[in-house]
């Protein structure tokens, strides 16, 4: 994701007492300090009312130019309170760590649909084009190459349908740049299997499509987030900006062609503010579609789907936010396979998991 943290991801982290990192490959902030333990009882979070993490500012003239038009509504922002209705969460809970050496830099996570208890995860750039089975305990369930695939700025992963409607496909997304970019590449294959109780093992997986779009009008955009709408296999990215304001844009499976371009549809607007760190990181969509989750470094924003409301509707509207865990500041974030609770993880060697337990 570029080479160093910026001003401003330094400035919140600092706001919210948490340490930033810089390294070679990476912006990202990392875990703040807490005087509580990790593994602290879990508490509930009520669901009408938002995190009381201080204010950060992030200046707008440091986000990614950009010269596409905005082609939707105005941005829709979240409310000081949760709007009725929205689902409790726990505090969260420390339920392990990545055990395998090579993961150093979580970024994206998605729950596997063909094996219980799965998760899939991925390294930010500097790697090579592979992905990582765990679990929610952080066990090291494998390693599986993609082959013929590049990566130049990996940042989220999804599983969901495909071409053949009987398979479970993996979506990894080269969508990232901290300068912007207007051309994205999504990498396709087929779920492998992970059997229960067999000693991790690296694998490599044929059978890989290359998926290549560009933002409508030349826009130049940095993305974190990625999923895929489990009712009509459409894809969606989230941009992220320094100044909170990320597009979502829509690209429809009748255009997730190899080999072909396309141009990507700008479908809504959403301003993250103050309390959170107001970048989008990381994002999923639950295995039945009724659920949109957004998160940022330290807040994570659900949206809810009634049947037959499209992505781009139920995004319009007031999501329900919620503060991560301590230790938990960071990129990634997935639907357990059932849909119920959420699972997060963060960058660094070891790096923690927690899930946030629905009430």
């Avoid at 922002?77 to 979580?106: H, K, Q, S, V, Y």
């Avoid at 994205?184 to 492998?192: H, K, L, S």
């Avoid at 924003?301 to 009634?306: A, N, V």
């Avoid at 919620?322 to 396979?337: C, D, I, K, R, S």
Wanted: net charge negative; proline share 10%; hydrophobic share 40%.
């Amino acid at each position: 994701m570029g080479t160093r943290a910026p001003a401003a991801v330094l400035l919140a982290c600092a706001m919210l007492a948490a340490g930033c990192r810089s390294s070679p490959s990476t912006d990202r902030a990392v875990a703040p300090t807490t005087t509580s333990p990790a593994t602290a009882p879990a508490t509930t979070i009520a669901p009408a009312t938002n995190a009381t993490a201080p204010a950060t500012t992030a200046p707008a003239t440091t986000a990614p130019a950009t010269t596409a038009p905005a082609t939707t509504a105005p941005a829709t922002t979240a409310p000081a309170t949760n709007p009725a209705g929205c689902p409790a969460f726990d505090g969260g809970a420390l339920t392990g760590r990545l055990a395998n050496p090579a993961i150093t830099e979580a970024s994206g996570l998605a729950a596997s649909h063909r094996n219980a208890g799965v998760l899939w995860a991925h390294n930010d750039s500097g790697d090579t084009a592979r992905v990582f089975a765990t679990d929610a305990t952080g066990a090291d369930l494998g390693t599986f190459a993609l082959a013929g695939a590049g990566a130049i700025d990996w940042e989220d992963i999804a599983v969901g349908p495909g071409p053949d409607p009987a398979t479970s496909y993996v979506y990894a997304g080269d969508i990232g740049g901290n300068s912007g970019r207007n051309a994205v590449t999504v990498y396709r294959v087929a779920e492998p299997s992970v059997p229960p109780g067999a000693p991790p093992a690296v694998t490599t997986l044929d059978g890989v499509a290359r998926l290549d779009a560009v933002y409508p009008g030349g826009g130049r955009f940095d993305a974190e987030s990625l999923f895929i709408d489990p009712r009509s296999t459409d894809l969606y990215i989230v941009t992220k900006s320094l100044d909170g304001l990320s597009r979502v844009l829509r690209w429809p499976a009748t255009a997730q062609t190899p080999g072909v371009t396309a141009t990507l549809e700008e479908v809504a607007t959403h301003r993250f503010a103050p309390p959170s760190i107001p970048m989008a990181t990381g994002a999923d969509i639950s295995p039945d579609g009724t659920e949109v989750v957004v998160r940022t470094y330290d807040r994570v924003f659900l949206w809810r789907r009634p049947a037959g409301t499209s992505v781009a509707a139920a995004l319009a509207q007031p999501p329900c936010g919620y503060p991560v865990p301590a230790g938990a500041l960071g990129e990634a974030v997935a639907f357990t396979a059932d849909g119920r609770d959420l699972v997060l993880t963060t960058e660094g060697a070891g790096a923690p998991v927690h899930t946030l337990t629905r009430g």
